[in-house]
């Protein structure tokens, strides 16, 4: 017990030493580009689907409900998932790099829920990031989930799952 309240601890700290910062990793517009962003896994029609795509990492890091007023998004889609594969599109974003973070919203709250038991603030709704990053106690750092957005038009792959799923691989 001391020792995964130890590796708790030391998973919080770590997370609050990445740095974030509210400026764009993008110093210039690139040219409009229509970016398909296609979620594999999707095991439920349950709820919707978060899209959310951010140029900084204070946003990405941010985590808030999707409605808080202080929750900002270079971009966001809300849509209804399909089985077993949904697509997303944007149209008109500008080229460059981005990190892509979607959240089955099962419950339709607006923001991705998290385990009380028997694992604290670990995620419980099926999630992916970008460059299918995972991190076991955070988000992942912003500069790996980075993606290069080219134009005229680019599709990413994700594949949704829990976190649990994640640390088990099952």
Known sequence: MRKVLLITAMGLVLTACQSTSKHS???IAGESTRLVVNIHNVTS???QLLVLIHDNSADYHADLNISDPQAHYFAKKIVYPQKPNTPVVFDNLPAGKYAINVIHDKDGDGELDRMIFPFLGMPSEPYALSNNI?????KGDFDDALV???SPSHHIDLNLST???KVTGL
Do not use: A, C, K, P
């Not at 995972?134 to 955070?138: A, E, I, L, Q, V």
């Open 25 to 27: 990793v993008n110093t």
């Open 45 to 47: 029609e349950q709820g």
């Open 134 to 138: 995972y991190d076991h106690f955070s």
């Open 148 to 150: 290069e957005i080219r």
């Open 163 to 165: 976190h649990l799923s």
